[in-house]
């Protein structure tokens, strides 16, 4: 039943403006509606947790330029927690992992932000076509992200930065 409300509502739904940006590139992959694990361990502003494990859905998309990723809790709101492009330089706190079964991300929050301390994964579990994965320019990726990104997946507003 669970399923099929976060659907009714488009919980997990790429929102229209970025389906439209991807489109435009040329979709390689694309799943909706995409488990996602999250795991916190740490602190930051507003949150502070030994080990917190959430159920969240999200998108997953690859087109021929970046990778993307959302994770959503509400109706028709849907925060990135990737957007790289293939070429962009592979540094940053935050590493990425592609795989058959799906995409893996992992940062030391420290490393984001001094105010912050710990760790945070995100697990997106659906299965990746192998003629999908071989096609990426890259499986592994490294990129920064702001301090917002980490506040939003772990539950805090980005008011809480302040």
Do not use: C
């Amino acid at each position: 039943m669970a399923v099929f409300l976060r659907k009714l509502l488009r919980i997990g739904a790429l929102p229209d403006a970025l389906r439209t940006e991807v489109e435009s590139e040329g979709v390689l992959f694309l799943a909706e509606y995409v488990p996602v694990t999250r795991r916190f361990s740490g602190s930051v502003p507003g949150k502070r947790a030994n080990t917190d494990i959430a159920s969240y859905v999200g998108s997953l998309v690859f087109t021929s330029q970046r990778a993307l990723a959302t994770l959503s809790s509400l109706p028709k709101l849907a925060g990135r927690t990737i957007d790289q492009r293939w070429d962009g330089a592979q540094t940053g706190a935050v590493k990425a992992h592609i795989s058959d079964t799906g995409l893996h991300i992992e940062a030391d929050i420290a490393d984001i932000d001094p105010k912050f301390h710990g760790h945070l994964s995100l697990n997106y579990k659906t299965p990746i076509p192998d003629e999908v994965v071989t096609r990426l320019p890259r499986t592994s990726l490294a990129f920064d992200v702001p301090p917002e990104y980490v506040l939003r997946a772990v539950g805090v507003p980005p008011e809480g930065l302040d």
